[in-house]
């Protein structure tokens, strides 16, 4: 099992979707590649999927785990299940249901790990590959000045590659120069940062009592309640 992590936007699905193309992988399937979405979806959700992948069933029909382990044995394929969201030991219970297949997986953190497989962190783009990336989402070489100033872009959005497309592709469309997108995105970082200092301030000028109502109201958070239950919870009288 392979299992590639890291922050969204990284590129991890494209890695995956390059992976499942790739001559050295192909020559390890015998008798399948199967792609599934992972996120929002259950360990008995995916275990279903991998088997649904094999054999048709009707959506009322559940295998039970030793139906599937016996169905699929022996059988040589690679699963590939972007974004999961499983826990480690669900992870490995998944795995060992279909031992002879290899699972290349994504996560947002690390959840292999030992003899369990192997892990690799995809990190945020390096200047070279940023550069190269701008370049390429606006379909030219840039110039010295332009790659300072892409760099700055690039900087501001922590080399998140999904973050730069997107700012390039609106950059086009709307006929911006990459400057005024860093202008924009500083403006707006501003604001932001403006709107969270006065919600501190504002925390921060409560007394004890009021500090202790607004974490209730905050973990309760959408819950109805009333006045009197907040009584009771805080123990604030008045």
Do not use: M, W
Not at 114 to 143: W, Y
Not at 178 to 202: C, G, M, P, Y
């Amino acid at each position: 099992t392979l299992d590639f992590y890291g922050q969204q936007g990284l590129g991890k699905t494209t890695l995956l979707y390059h992976l499942e193309h790739h001559e050295e992988i192909l020559q390890y399937v015998i008798d399948g590649i199967v792609h599934i979405p992972g996120k929002g979806h259950s360990y008995e959700g995916l275990l279903k999927n991998v088997y649904d992948s094999f054999y048709e069933t009707y959506n009322s029909f559940k295998p039970t785990e030793a139906q599937i382990s016996h169905d699929l044995k022996g059988l040589k394929a690679i699963v590939f299940i972007d974004d999961v969201e499983l826990s480690r030991g669900e992870l490995q219970r998944l795995i060992n249901v279909v031992p002879d297949f290899i699972f290349i997986i994504t996560t947002a953190k690390l959840i292999l790990y030992g003899e369990e497989g192997s892990s690799c962190r995809i990190s945020k783009l390096s200047s070279q590959d940023s550069l190269a990336l701008v370049e390429r989402n606006l379909g030219r070489v840039l110039t010295k000045i332009e790659q300072y100033i892409a760099l700055e872009l690039c900087k501001l959005l922590d080399g998140n590659i999904s973050k730069i497309s997107e700012e390039i592709a609106i950059a086009r469309a709307e006929n911006k120069t990459i400057f005024e997108v860093i202008r924009e995105l500083k403006s707006n970082q501003e604001r932001s940062s403006s709107t969270t200092n006065k919600v501190d301030a504002f925390v921060a000028s409560l007394n004890t009592h009021e500090r202790r109502i607004l974490d209730i109201l905050i973990i309760l958070d959408d819950v109805p309640i009333q006045g009197k239950t907040v009584t009771n919870l805080s123990k604030v009288k008045n």
